[in-house]
């Protein structure tokens, strides 16, 4: 016969535990964070170049938006048509730049470059957290 026997606090600790590693629990606290500091970061525009003769319209800027799909589901988009062509990831690339917007392509951050940073950040969060819920020595 094999004899069973718990701690009731170790066990009430282990449920806690648990709770907390749940990702709605573990990853919640960081996504609004972790969404503003990738939209913060895709806004910044580039130095003007010499000579520069356009003005700015900051439509860019302003278009950038995040929207909550779900508990753990972000959504960061900038509905700006032109958009796409500045700060997406295989914008194609003319030889002769016919728009303002390919003139600038490489110039602005690109927004999957930006939230590859970021979620890399992430993890090494997501890991420190979860040592501090077991108390492991970090």
Partial sequence: MIKWEYDPDDLRELVIDCDRL??????????????????????????ELPNQK???TFKLFEGWRR??????KMRIFNPV???IYVQGRDTPFRSEPATQAEIHQGRW????????KHLDAL?????????NIWSVDQ
Avoid: C, W
């Fill in 81 to 83: 048509p032109y958009g």
């Fill in 109 to 116: 951050p690109v927004l999957f470059k930006v939230a590859e």
């Fill in 54 to 56: 356009y003005i700015r």
């Fill in 22 to 47: 749940r990702p709605s629990n573990l990853v919640a606290k960081h996504l609004q964070p972790l969404t503003s500091n990738i939209v913060f970061e895709a806004q910044r525009y580039p130095p």
């Fill in 123 to 131: 993890i090494h969060k997501l890991v420190r957290d979860v040592k």
């Fill in 67 to 72: 929207a909550s799909m779900g508990p753990l």
